[in-house]
């Protein structure tokens, strides 16, 4: 099977979220969903993705350049329906498997540095593994001021960062929310919800499924979800409007 053409099936799935058997539906069954993911995991274990971001990144720091006056780390939490290995209970989803994604990001929302765990892996865990990620990026020494959530507001993280050589730092309190007006952490949150090339390989095992048709039966809406017993809807058509001829009077 060409290469091209499994790799643009993963990236259908990154894109869209979509089951690797609905992947395969909408490239008209030309791959499979096996081979796919036996692509994926060949692909992985050979380093393709690390490479991969590590020329993305390159190719847009040599011809874009990337901002490193202003750093944003922060943990997010992402669903991963089908578990499997390095995946955690959320604490925030009912105790649904799940991943956390320690991401560092320039001023412009491109990462940087990347750290990933289960979803019950607290965030500060994760803060050293994300640094040392942005160290062997080479990109630590260029780094002018890191900003961090309330989540961060601890003595011992100031002395780690210090042992980085991190130290003009902009670290949100603890009990306290940003001040109106306060720019830094709305370009911190910006920064963090981009998604970039970059983050390829985190997507790769992480995306929701969705519904999966048979083969060869195309796709559809799901049906309704509110109905009576009777397969009747509870969602009631307006009532038509009764024709008022003084709405709109005919000229003389």
Known sequence: MPDLLCFRGILIRLVTGSSWETVEA???YKVSDTTLRARRDEWIAAGVFAELEAETRAGYDRII??????VALDGSIHKAPCGGEGTGKSPVDRAKLGWKWSVAADANGIPIGVAIDGANRNDLKLLE???DSIITNGLIDDIELLALDRAYDYPVVRTRLTGYDL??????????KPPPGHTAPAHARAAMDRRSPQLV????RSAPALNVPKHGA???RDQPRHHRADDRTTHRLPRPLEPNPDAYPLSP
């Open 201 to 204: 390989v985190l997507k790769l």
């Open 65 to 70: 350049g990337l901002d490193l006056s202003f």
């Open 218 to 220: 195309p796709l559809r």
């Open 129 to 131: 593994p994300t640094l």
């Open 167 to 176: 130290v003009e730092l902009e670290i949100q309190k603890r009990g306290t």
């Open 26 to 28: 909408l490239m008209e």
